[in-house]
C-alpha cells in the first residue's frame, strides 16, 4: 500500500508519466482496486493507443467482471498490435465461449494450443468449448490434457466432473470431483 501510495504521489506531480501510470494500474489491479487501475489503464491508451499491456490488462478486468462485449474489443485491439500473441488468443476464445459463439471460440482456442501445447488454461477452455458443443469425449480428453500438464489446477478437475455428470458416468464424476478437492 506505501508503494501505491508513493506512486500516486508521484503521478499528481508527474501525470504525463506513462510508464509510472501503468505501473500505479498494474499495482492497483493486484490490490483489486479495479476501478482505478482501469482509469489508469483508458489514461495510458489514449495517450498511447499501441500500449498493449494496457489492453490486455483491461480486458482480463473486464472478463473477471463479465464484461465480455467490452472485453472483446480490447481483446481485439490487443490483437491487432500482437497479432499472434496466444494468451490474447487464447483469451479471444474464452470471451466468445462466454458469449455463447462456441464455434467461433473453437478456432482461437485451437489456434491457440497450436502456438503452446503446454497451456493447461487453454486445454480448460477447449474442454468448456467443447462441451458447449456437446463433444464431450473430445472434451473429456482435453480437460486429460489440462491435467497432465497442471495437475494442480482444480478447475479441470471441477469441469471433467462436471462432463463426465451429463454423459451420465456418475462414479468417474465422483471420483473426478475427489480428486479436485
Request: aromatic share 14%.
Amino acid at each position: 500500500i506505501q508503494s501505491i501510495n508513493k506512486l500516486k504521489q508521484y503521478l499528481n506531480d508527474y501525470p504525463q508519466d506513462l510508464i509510472a501510470r501503468y505501473n500505479y494500474g498494474y499495482m492497483c489491479q493486484q490490490c483489486n482496486k479495479t476501478d482505478i487501475a482501469k482509469k489508469n489503464y483508458l489514461k495510458v491508451i489514449s495517450k498511447d493507443p499501441k500500449h498493449w499491456q494496457s489492453k490486455f490488462n483491461i480486458y482480463t478486468i473486464y472478463i473477471a467482471e463479465k464484461y465480455y462485449s467490452k472485453a472483446l474489443i480490447y481483446v481485439e485491439e490487443v490483437l491487432k498490435i500482437k497479432k499472434n500473441y496466444q494468451p490474447a488468443q487464447r483469451d479471444k476464445g474464452l470471451i466468445l465461449y462466454y458469449m455463447k459463439k462456441p464455434d467461433e471460440a473453437l478456432k482461437y482456442i485451437m489456434f491457440s494450443i497450436k502456438q503452446n501445447s503446454l497451456d493447461y488454461l487453454a486445454f480448460n477452455v477447449l474442454g468448456l468449448i467443447l462441451i458447449s458443443l456437446k463433444k464431450y469425449d473430445k472434451a473429456k480428453k482435453a480437460f486429460l490434457e489440462g491435467i497432465k500438464i497442471e495437475p494442480k489446477y482444480i478447475a479441470s478437475y471441477n469441469n471433467l466432473g462436471h462432463c463426465y455428470t451429463l454423459v451420465n458416468e456418475k462414479d468417474n464424476a465422483l471420483k473426478t470431483f475427489k480428486k479436485g478437492l
